[in-house]
């Protein structure tokens, strides 16, 4: 399973995308979109996801 961006309710900041260890948040179009071929939910390397972590918006970073 990997996470997903809630477009509605990302500010682009960039935040994410800066923070994924495995480089699966892009800026695509107008929108940050995470690669579900490269997201692992952080597993192995963090007790938490830091896409979410690190989100100024609670609830934009979520589990797809």
């Known amino acids: ?37 490269k997201c692992n939910e952080c597993k192995g390397g963090f007790d938490t996801q830091q896409c979410a972590s690190v989100c100024p918006v609670s609830k934009t970073c979520v589990p797809a």
């Open 1 to 37: 399973m990997a996470f997903k961006i809630i477009a509605s309710q990302c500010t682009q900041c960039g935040a994410c995308e800066f923070e994924c260890p495995r480089g699966a948040v892009n800026f695509k179009g107008e929108k940050y979109v995470i690669d579900p071929t």
